[in-house]
């Protein structure tokens, strides 16, 4: 019996891309959002080179005055490198150390840079480690459909870490590019209401709905082209509080127009058991199925097919 990979937690993508000109930003300013924002692998990068350095730094102190490491070779950097490791570390093997006033300065010196950088780097992988992220999936496409015979715009969500998220909330945006009467561009946020935005026990999917109506910017025969026009994304926000780690977590994520596929509907992927057990098919948690009777769009295959 073959069985199918779970799909990830899409990536929460950007939701669109900034350049910035004349703000000068130093690399140290706002320095610990910098170092909870990037990857992992640059932060144990970036703390493997500090070390290095810092080492390097008490290392050639060190060299300055020569025969103030006893047991060092004399101008030797590599003796003067592992004993700066050695004290930094309070590892003292026995074989290096400090003979002078000057040396035992320095040593000094270096055991409080040495107690300052742990807890920095410590407070910093807490940090990393214990900030609260969520795993959602969203489906890679949205559709618009018809739900109860109404046109609606609808949005497929899951829990992949089948915990509950306790009082979630979706908000659910569409960006347009607006011209005033002066001239002035602007990008205008437009909130879509939805007809449950709440759900306070997510555990399983959830199907976001939004009503096309005569108020909504997707209502009308030409609404594709004009919301093209004007450059339109949707940008979809949940939080809500994670029942494990007892903190809220967020997600979101981004529908470009051509993300969004017209008359069609989600596939089912819940069933029961007789037990009452539910079932749930992350194997077609993306499929799509085109409306029979619907123009099939880019990339749906004909009605009745899947995605």
């Known amino acids: 019996m073959s069985t199918q990979r779970k799909p990830k937690p899409a990536a929460q993508k950007e939701p669109f891309k900034v350049r910035t000109l004349g703000l000068d930003t130093a690399f140290h300013e706002d320095l610990y959002h910098r170092v909870l924002t990037m990857p992992w692998w640059l932060f144990f990068l970036l703390a493997g080179a500090g070390f290095l350095a810092l080492n390097s730094i008490f290392a050639c102190l060190y060299l300055l005055q020569p025969g103030c490491i006893a047991g060092a070779r004399p101008g030797s950097f590599g003796d003067a490198f592992f004993f700066s490791v050695q004290t930094m570390g309070t590892i003292g093997y026995g074989v290096l150390s400090p003979?002078?006033?000057y040396a035992q300065c320095i040593v000094t010196l270096e055991a409080l840079a040495g107690l300052l950088s742990l807890a920095i780097a410590t407070g910093l992988t807490f940090s990393k480690f214990a900030k609260p992220s969520s795993r959602v999936i969203f489906t890679s496409r949205a559709v618009i459909g018809r739900r109860d015979g109404k046109?609606?715009?609808?949005?497929?969500?899951?829990?992949?870490?089948?915990?509950?998220?306790?009082?979630?909330?979706l908000k659910v945006l569409v960006l347009l590019d607006t011209v005033t009467k002066e001239g002035e561009r602007l990008?205008?946020?437009?909130i879509l209401p939805?007809?449950?935005e709440q759900n306070p026990f997510f555990r399983l999917s959830w199907t976001a709905i939004?009503?096309?109506?005569e108020k909504?910017?997707?209502?009308g025969p030409n609404a594709k082209q004009a919301l093209q026009a004007r450059s339109a994304l949707v940008l979809l926000s949940l939080s809500g509080l994670d029942e494990t780690i007892a903190q809220t977590v967020h997600?979101?994520?981004?529908?470009?127009l051509d993300d969004i596929v017209w008359g069609a509907r989600f596939a089912d992927i819940?069933?029961?058991?007789?037990?009452q057990t539910r079932i749930i098919d992350y194997s077609k948690f993306h499929d799509i199925i085109v409306e029979p009777g619907d123009q099939p769009a880019d990339g749906v295959q004909p009605a009745g097919g899947r995605a």
């Open 99 to 101: 003979t002078t006033v």
């Open 151 to 169: 046109p609606c715009l609808m949005f497929r969500m899951a829990n992949a870490r089948h915990n509950t998220i306790v009082e979630a909330s």
């Open 187 to 190: 990008r205008v946020p437009h």
């Open 194 to 196: 939805l007809l449950r």
């Open 210 to 213: 939004h009503e096309v109506d």
């Open 216 to 219: 909504s910017p997707f209502f």
């Open 251 to 256: 997600a979101r994520y981004t529908y470009e």
């Open 270 to 275: 819940i069933s029961t058991e007789p037990d």
